[in-house]
């Protein structure tokens, strides 16, 4: 039912996996908001990003993303320094997403037409894509008046629909009812299933277990623990770890 | 004193008896100000476009520089157009002294600086919300700075607007350039400056209701055109 | 496949006029006074002379002292202004070519019904000034280098007074043109030395009024000097010297004399006979 339309410039896109990091490093006024060793996200299935308020989640996606440039270190797609531009097979839903002043259905459609398909194919891909989020009452609204889970719904169709190879989404469903989180979860399964690598920012552990095949636990910008989603739960390595599932606050 | 209601009886007289002398000075007022706007449209909205997207030594003193230009005194922008297009200055061989061009040239300078300064400050705040995602969509700096454009064209209205306020009201540069003459260079400002001059004070305040009412026109046109197009594009 | 630039650019040239050209037939500048312009004589003189020839007559007025400028930096192909002083050393200066006279008016001294420094009735300028600079009373001058002000301040020199002295407290140097000096003179209830014909021609005298006037010494001269083409390589000189010749010549010349306002004649034509 939640089918994931895939569409795009499929054939001439560069495959952008495995991403890797090496040495990451950022530091503001003294304080070390990431340090990480090395990372590489390749093959296939659901990553989950964990950990407290602070820890680096969201800035890490982002420097992943090549939205922010680290101090220090490399991030290569790849092998290649990020560059959206060429690979177009990649896909993020902000932590705040940002929506266009145009109607709900535009906001798709531009980002169909972003990775180059045509007016026509942008209009049928996108009625498509808002079909199967159950957005398509509110095709023509604007998306600036949208409710804040109406706006996350949106903002994962949309860069979904451009079909990507690999998808960030920094806390999708945040702001959701148990309905269209579980709408959500739903599309995010289907796509994983279809062959999207997916990383998602979570603070639900349950949520965190159902759409996870690995677990990435994150603590003052270092990944402390990097394990499959069983053995992350059933037998956390780190005391951090045990003490952030036991959910005692870490500062 | 004066009395007011004069004043409106005689901006009712002119309007509605659809005086041909004061169709032309509307004409040529709207001419020579929505052209000079749109010259400094062309200019100052790739300047406010190019300051709001990029970092170089010394940007801070360019957007204070043109900031503070918004300030620039009609009567300095007109003299120093006159100096240059006089047959005494470097492009007098133009002949373009007195002249409705004249007129817009001096317009422009004054209004340049407002377009670019409004639209920087616009873009930029603009920018600091949208850059993330419009790089996520695979936008290169040129297709970013459109959408930029096209997001915030409601605010980009109002700065056009507002030179097209400081235009169409200014008179110390058009009155030195344009020479206020009679049929060619007459313009609202300039008549109702001469109409004072020559005690006609009822007149000259009456004129002044008029260009009041252009202005107004013009800004709920396009509230108008605004309100049409977001119905249009919501509908 | 982002149309927003050019949807923008439509958006403007729909609400923008056609840069509509000017009237492409013969034209000649004419550097003039605000006296003139405002008392409204170049709308009853210059449709004949442009019937006649075609060509049209774009005046520019602005002081006298301005308009010798403008002359002198080739932005017109005449001048008619009234200080024969000042045009005689354009002339001599090498940017006029010739001065001629064409007509003439007076100044009035106007000042406020209640006449504070009591000069009413004054037969002689310098009386009526000696009393103002004596009773402190106020004053509105041009200051602007004009026809006018020129002549005031000679009036003042013949006296022996230097109002300049008392600029900011009695005497008040306005820096603007007549009109605007008038508007000054009578929201301040000040003195002040004009032309005949502005004042006639003047809207808002309210409670001002002539108070000395047909002094010989407020004789007000205009002349009208072409532009050496030696000076001023672009000078238009065969149509400033046509309309020259119309002005002085019997049609102008009865032209003037025709110009009248509230019944009253603003301008006596004095042109030498024959023209030149
Ligand atoms: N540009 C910046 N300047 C200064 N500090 C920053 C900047 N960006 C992020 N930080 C800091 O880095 C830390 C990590 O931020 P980040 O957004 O990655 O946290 P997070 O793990 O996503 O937290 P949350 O679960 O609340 O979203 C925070 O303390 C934040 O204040
Ligand atoms: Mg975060």
Redesign the interface.
């Known amino acids: 039912m939640h089918e994931v339309v895939r569409s795009g410039p499929q054939a001439a896109a560069k495959p952008i996996l495995p991403v890797s990091a090496e040495r990451l490093f950022v530091r503001r006024k003294g304080r070390v908001l990431l340090d990480i060793e090395a990372l590489t996200i390749g093959g296939r299935g659901t990553t989950v990003l964990v950990g407290p308020n602070g820890a680096g989640k969201s800035l890490l996606l982002n420097v992943l993303a090549g939205l922010r440039a680290p101090d220090s270190g490399r991030v290569l797609w790849n092998g290649e320094p990020p560059n959206r531009q060429r690979y177009c097979r990649f896909g993020m839903v902000l932590q705040r997403p940002v929506l266009l002043r145009r109607s709900v259905r535009a906001n798709v459609e531009f980002a169909l037409r972003a990775v180059g398909s045509s007016a026509e194919q942008a209009r049928a891909q996108a009625h498509r894509a808002l079909e199967a989020a159950g957005l398509l009452a509110l095709a023509n609204a604007s998306a600036r008046v949208l409710s804040g889970g109406e706006m996350q719904r949106l903002a994962l169709t949309r860069a979904l629909a451009a079909g990507p190879d690999l998808l960030f989404l920094d806390e999708p469903t945040s702001s959701l009812d148990p309905a269209s989180m579980q709408t959500i979860e739903a599309m995010v399964r289907n796509a994983s299933e279809d062959g999207m690598r997916i990383v998602l920012i979570a603070h639900d552990l349950a949520q965190a277990r159902r759409l996870g095949d690995e677990i990435i636990f994150m603590h003052r910008g270092k990944i402390v623990e990097h394990a499959p989603t069983d053995r992350f739960f059933g037998a956390p390595a780190t005391p951090e770890a045990q003490a952030f599932i036991a959910g005692k606050i870490l500062i | 004193m004066q009395d007011f209601a004069a004043s409106f009886f005689e901006a009712f007289r002119l309007v509605l008896g659809l005086d041909p002398g004061l169709i032309e000075i509307v004409l040529l007022s709207l001419k020579v100000s929505m052209t000079a706007v749109f010259i400094a449209t062309i200019i100052g909205l790739p300047l406010g476009a190019f300051l709001a997207v990029t970092r170089f030594p010394g940007r801070g003193i360019v957007i204070v520089t043109v900031t503070a230009l918004m300030g620039l005194p009609p009567v300095v922008v007109g003299l120093v157009v006159y100096m240059l297009l006089s047959n005494a200055g470097a492009l007098g061989p133009l002949q373009l002294l007195y002249t409705p061009t004249a007129m817009i040239i001096a317009q422009t300078v004054l209004v340049v600086p407002i377009i670019a300064a409004l639209a920087r400050q616009t873009l930029e705040d603009l920018n600091g919300e949208y850059r993330d995602q419009l790089m996520l969509f695979g936008l290169g700096s040129l297709a970013r700075l459109r959408t930029l454009l096209w997001e915030g064209r409601y605010s980009l209205m109002t700065a056009l607007l507002a030179g097209f306020g400081r235009a169409v009201a200014e008179v110390g540069a058009v009155i030195i350039v344009g020479g206020n003459i009679n049929h060619v260079t007459r313009v609202m400002t300039t008549a109702i400056a001469l109409e004072t001059s020559k005690g006609n004070l009822a007149l000259a305040l009456g004129l002044g209701l008029i260009l009041v009412i252009i202005a107004f026109a013009v800004n709920a046109l396009v509230f108008l055109l605004r309100a049409a197009a977001e119905r249009s594009a919501y509908a | 496949?982002?149309t927003?630039?050019r949807?923008?650019a439509v958006?403007?040239?729909t609400?923008?006029?056609p840069?509509?050209t000017?009237a492409a037939g013969e034209f000649i500048?004419l550097q003039s006074t605000?006296s003139t312009?405002?008392s409204g004589l170049?709308?009853h003189l210059l449709p004949g002379f442009e019937k006649k020839t075609g060509i049209q007559v774009?005046?520019?007025?602005v002081g006298t002292g301005q308009a010798i400028k403008?002359a002198?930096?080739?932005?017109g192909d005449l001048l008619l202004v009234h200080a024969k002083a000042a045009e005689e050393a354009f002339v001599a200066e090498g940017g006029g070519k010739q001065r001629r006279d064409v007509m003439y008016n007076d100044f009035v001294l106007v000042g406020p019904s209640a006449d504070p420094a009591e000069i009413g009735g004054s037969a002689q300028i310098g009386d009526a000034l000696q009393r103002i600079a004596h009773s402190r009373a106020a004053f509105a001058s041009r200051g602007d280098d004009s026809g006018t002000h020129k002549k005031e301040l000679a009036l003042w020199n013949g006296i022996g007074v230097d109002p300049q002295a008392h600029s900011g407290s009695w005497y008040r140097e306005t820096g603007?043109?007549?009109?605007?000096t008038?508007?000054v003179a009578v929201g301040m209830d000040a003195y002040v030395l004009t032309d005949r014909a502005t004042w006639i021609?003047?809207?808002?005298?309210?409670d001002h009024r002539i108070l000395v006037e047909g002094d010989p010494a407020l004789f007000n001269q205009y002349g009208v000097v072409t532009i050496d083409p030696a000076h001023?390589p672009?000078v238009k000189e065969a149509a400033a010297e046509r309309f020259v010749e119309w002005l002085l010549g019997p049609e102008g010349q009865a032209a003037i004399a025709g110009f009248r306002l509230d019944g009253q004649q603003l301008f006596h034509p004095n042109a030498k006979n024959g023209g030149s």
């Open positions: 496949m982002f927003s630039l949807c923008l958006t403007l040239t609400i923008l006029f840069v509509a000017v500048v605000t312009q405002n170049y709308e774009r005046v520019v007025a403008n002198g930096n080739c932005d603007s043109g007549m009109g605007a008038l508007n021609s003047f809207g808002n005298q309210a001023c672009n």
